[in-house]
């Protein structure tokens, strides 16, 4: 299916936004419109967490303009809790390192700067599909197995408008239309065959 996994370690430095005591935070983050939360740590400003939260990705591969919103919250008993820092966090690096450990500046509300960080880990598990379509290799027709067909077609029109009456046999191993003997025993197997058409070890037999 594939995950997501975010490791919250611990929070450093958190706002204290309480008159009396001290803030009680906690750890929001949401990705794809679904929202993971922590335990709320209470009365610490350096709260450590450890916990992990989980989003499934439900076999679609996580895409370089993915990211995740990261929020730290005091919790209220009575009233809205309060945004204590915030950031983004983009997920394009992760998708190639597959597991990645972060120390996060965040901002407050304005966007403003705080001397407040949080240290998580992501690790991405990509679902089977994208796994065996990343190890699959070429695609038929494109890249280099593409390109190699395209050249070799190419060379084999320019070498018959070379020798455009000495067209003489038809090498059913590797496709290529052969020559006469000189010129077939000597350029052809010698360079092109041989070093160029890997694999195909026939020769003219005019």
């Known amino acids: 299916m594939g995950t ?29 419109g679904v929202s993971q939360k922590t335990d709320v740590i209470k009365g610490e400003l350096n709260p450590v967490f450890k916990q992990r939260l989980g989003f499934e990705l439900q076999n679609t591969a996580l895409k370089p303009g993915d990211e995740l919103k990261v929020y730290l919250k005091d919790w209220e008993m009575v009233g809205r809790n309060r945004l204590l820092g915030q950031t983004t966090v983009p997920l394009k690096d992760v998708i190639k390192t597959r597991n990645q450990s972060l120390t ?21 598990n990509p679902p089977p599909s994208s796994d065996s379509s990343e190890q699959s290799g070429r695609v038929i027709g494109g ?24 067209v003489h046999d038809y090498c059913f191993c590797c496709k290529f239309l052969q ?27 005019c």
């Open 179 to 205: 020559l006469c003997p000189i010129v077939c025993n000597v350029f052809i197997y010698q360079i092109l065959i041989k070093n160029i058409y890997r694999g195909c070890w026939r020769y003219c037999t």
């Open 104 to 124: 996060l500046a965040l901002v407050d509300g304005n966007s403003r700067p705080t001397q407040c960080k949080l240290c998580i880990t992501l690790t991405y």
């Open 4 to 32: 997501l996994e975010v490791w919250v370690e611990n929070a450093l430095n958190v706002p204290n936004v309480e008159t009396f005591g001290k803030s009680d935070p906690y750890v929001q983050v949401e990705f794809q």
């Open 143 to 166: 890249g280099e197995e593409g390109e190699f067909q395209r050249s070799k077609k190419n060379l084999t029109k320019s070498l018959l408008s070379f020798f455009p009456v000495h």
